[in-house]
């Protein structure tokens, strides 16, 4: 059986998402817990505060995805 997990994983148990949506937004997400996130017509996943996010890939040109550490890095 192929593993339908996110590849985000291999960055951390969480992430900061960037999510660039067709219309010229951008959203960012901090605190998705990896292992939550499931990959369909709309990419569902955790976030560590206990919310869930669910992003209709349709609408999605391309998601910048960095580890934890490099975003507190960027922040300070």
Known sequence: MPNLH????????????????RNGNKRTFSGILTETIKQGEFTKMQLADGRMLMI?????????????SIDQQLQA
């Open 6 to 21: 996110s590849t985000a994983g291999t960055l951390g148990k969480t992430v900061t998402q960037i999510i660039h949506f």
């Open 56 to 68: 209709n890939t349709a609408n999605v040109d391309c998601i910048e995805i960095f580890s934890e």
